[in-house]
């Protein structure tokens, strides 16, 4: 309890029982609340209900109908921005678009989006699954295999097999796996090179999530 | 005194019942009948140095200042426990903007989502908006003095008490699942 809780309820058991006492002294014949009274109650009335409302109307709004930024990122990048048209099941975009400002294939920025199960269900206990897009331009030249080994610090190098995605034919397509996060890597046919990575999903769900981009 | 007549006549109460709460209110009959007069009869240019008139304006123009002090004091006592109300009544907008304001501050957090996973917080300023326009209601109406104010006062305390201690309950065991939930992690 807070101490405003604790001073409240101070207040309502001693002004019950005074209520109670004085009683007898409630003599007087009734009189009606003046005009300006009456007005000064609504007007606070108003006040509190339209601040509260307005926050919360507002508020479930937004939380319901999030806005992904997609527009606002696409302008902001001179390539484009691919996002996925198919989700696993249970899994909902969990992240506006956004520009992360760390190095990236080269690139000193990226287009980052997440994906995971709802909050809500997080918050009943269920575990994340989350998955994270990146993706920037390189140039025609740019070699997953060997950047991704590259990057690559550990002693064990992580298995890296070529994958075949009809939603980009002829394109280099990697999957990696037996690291922290099972990745698939592709490059599209503008440029664009995208990661999509998860410590938890399917690599079927990956690919899925892969030749849905648009 | 004369205005409190005024009052009562023009709410098409009877003198006889105005005559009666005077009375029981502490005024004398003479003072009473005198009052009547001064209204029923067309407005007289009065001497300043008259004692009766100057008498009437030291009693006060209604007899509230015969209200017992208890009556003021419960007043200000609702008064005091309705402005107790008002942090309560924005404490889950407060909430709502903090919680925005963290989700902002992640890399490409949606606005307000920690909402779906606590809907419910809409529910803890709902105590707060409506004990504090209510209690104030109590504080500006028991002053009159009458059983019917007091009454309302009761009601209106009941009231405030019953919602707090039901959303108390309800937002705790809405709350208590999801923290265990989240402590699992």
């Known amino acids: 309890m807070s101490l405003t809780q604790i001073i409240t309820f101070i207040f309502w058991i001693a002004l ?25 109650l609504v007007l606070v009335s108003i006040f509190v209900l339209g601040i509260n409302i307005s926050i919360f109307g507002v508020a479930y709004f937004k939380a319901y109908h999030p806005n992904y930024e997609y527009d606002k990122i696409s302008q902001q990048t001179s390539y484009h921005v691919y996002q996925p048209s198919y989700l696993p099941p249970g899994i909902e975009q969990a992240s506006k678009f956004y520009v992360e400002k760390k190095e990236f294939a080269g690139n000193k920025s990226s287009v980052r989006s997440a994906y995971d199960i709802p909050i809500s269900s997080i918050a009943k206990g269920l575990k994340p699954i989350i998955t994270v897009i990146t993706q ?10 060997n950047y991704v080994l590259s990057t690559y610090k550990g002693d064990n190098p992580p298995n890296i097999q070529p994958i075949t995605l009809p939603n980009f034919p002829n394109r280099q397509a990697y999957l990696q796996t037996g690291g922290f996060a099972k990745t698939v890597y592709v490059i599209a ?14 690599e079927e769900n990956l690919q899925k999530i892969a030749n849905s981009l648009r | 005194m004369i205005d409190y007549i005024k009052h009562q006549l023009e709410l098409n109460q009877s003198s006889e019942v105005i005559k009666t709460n005077l009375i029981r209110a502490g005024w004398k009959h003479a003072d009473i009948e005198e009052a009547f007069k001064q209204i029923t009869s ?20 209604e007899p509230s200042l015969n209200k017992p002090k ?3 004091v419960l007043s200000n006592l609702f008064l005091v426990l309705a402005l107790l109300n008002i942090p309560g009544a924005f404490t889950g907008s407060a909430m709502v903007l903090i919680l ?11 606005e307000f989502s920690a909402l779906k996973a606590m809907p419910f917080v809409g529910l803890i300023s709902v105590p707060g908006m ?21 009454r309302l006062s ?22 208590n699942p999801i923290y265990q939930a989240t402590t699992t992690f």
Do not use: C
């Open chain 2, 70 to 72: 208890s009556v003021n």
């Open chain 1, 16 to 40: 019950f029982i005074f209520l109670f006492v004085s009683k007898k002294n409630f003599t007087l014949p009734d009189t009606k609340l003046s005009k300006k009274t009456v007005i000064f």
């Open chain 2, 130 to 150: 409506i004990a504090f326009p209510l209690l104030l209601l109590a504080a500006l109406k028991i002053r009159s003095g009458s059983l019917s104010a007091w």
């Open chain 2, 154 to 175: 009761l009601f209106i305390l009941v009231m405030v008490i019953v919602v707090n201690i039901a959303t108390g309950f309800l937002t705790r065991s809405l709350v």
């Open chain 1, 136 to 145: 920037t331009q390189v140039d025609s030249s740019f070699d997953i295999k």
């Open chain 2, 100 to 110: 925005n304001h963290t989700m902002k501050s992640i890399p490409g957090g949606l």
């Open chain 1, 189 to 202: 046919t503008d440029n664009v090179f995208i990661s999509i990575a998860s410590p938890k999903e399917t």
């Open chain 2, 42 to 61: 067309p407005p007289t240019i009065q001497n300043p140095t008259d004692d009766r008139s100057t008498d009437y304006k030291q009693v006060g123009n």
